[in-house]
């Protein structure tokens, strides 16, 4: 089956710089690479995705990259600001599997 | 809009108790499922179901029941409570049953069994 694996596991920056979170994965069928934000005591959610047709996205501060050769994606955060602080998971997906796999997550911490 | 709603927050349970742990939808997802949250591991599928009356295993289903009677409520029951099920639990659901659409997830449940 699919394997995700995800570093660092933690991350401090200085608020301002840029956070920088690598996912790899196993199985080249998976299509759909969505990246989830987990505040403290809340669920995770959603802040971008991409999918496999596709080499980047932004989203204001926030962008992607899939290398579907190398099997690996990156979540880019820019600028990065104190409420930035909060757990990272990326997760792969395919239409036929029956759920996301989830890397192992990130604590993402910015010092004012 | 409430998206998903699971209850409750927080729960103390004695080794042997069982519970239900409740997750309702209010989005229409056809697409349910549960996870748990331990330290270092991600999230890991505990069940999960493609629609109302339709359950199906995850990759750690052991010591869990599910059942799906309607598309709203999902709900996940501990049959014998061990120290090992201590862990975080999130219920998500999503629109569509193939895996490349967005997961929405509730606020979580934080189990204690001692």
């Known amino acids: 089956g699919e394997n995700v694996e995800q570093h660092p596991s933690t991350l401090s920056v200085q608020e301002g710089d840029s956070a920088v979170i690598k996912c790899t994965y196993s199985?080249?069928?998976?299509?759909?690479f969505p990246w989830y934000k987990q505040e403290l005591g809340k669920g995770p959610q959603l802040i971008i995705d991409?999918?496999?047709?596709?080499g980047e996205k932004k989203d204001q501060r926030i962008a992607v990259t899939l290398n579907k050769t190398a099997k690996h994606f990156s979540l880019h955060i820019t600028e990065t600001q104190p409420e930035d602080s909060a757990v990272y998971f990326c997760?792969?997906?395919?239409?036929?599997?029956?759920?996301?796999?989830f890397g192992s997550g990130t604590r993402l911490q910015v010092q004012p | 809009n409430a998206g998903v709603t699971q209850t409750p927050k927080f729960q103390v349970l004695k080794t042997g108790q069982s519970m239900t742990l409740q997750c309702a939808q209010d989005?229409?997802?056809?697409?349910m499922s549960w996870y748990r949250q331990d330290p270092g591991m991600g999230l890991r599928l505990i069940h999960y179901?493609?629609?109302?009356?339709?359950?199906d295993q995850g990759e750690v289903p052991n010591g869990y029941n599910v059942s799906r009677s309607t598309t709203e409520d999902f709900p996940l029951r501990l049959l014998s409570a061990a120290p090992s099920q201590t862990s975080v639990y999130f219920c998500?659901?999503?629109?569509?049953?193939?895996?490349?659409?967005?997961?929405?997830f509730g606020q979580g449940t934080r189990l204690t069994v001692v």
């Open positions: 997760a792969s997906g395919d239409t036929g599997r029956r759920a996301l796999t």
């Open positions: 199985d080249s069928a998976s299509n759909y």
């Open positions: 991409i999918r496999s047709n596709v």
């Open positions: 989005m229409n997802h056809e697409y």
């Open positions: 179901s493609v629609g109302a009356g339709i359950t």
């Open positions: 998500a659901s999503s629109y569509s049953t193939g895996m490349n659409t967005e997961a929405f």
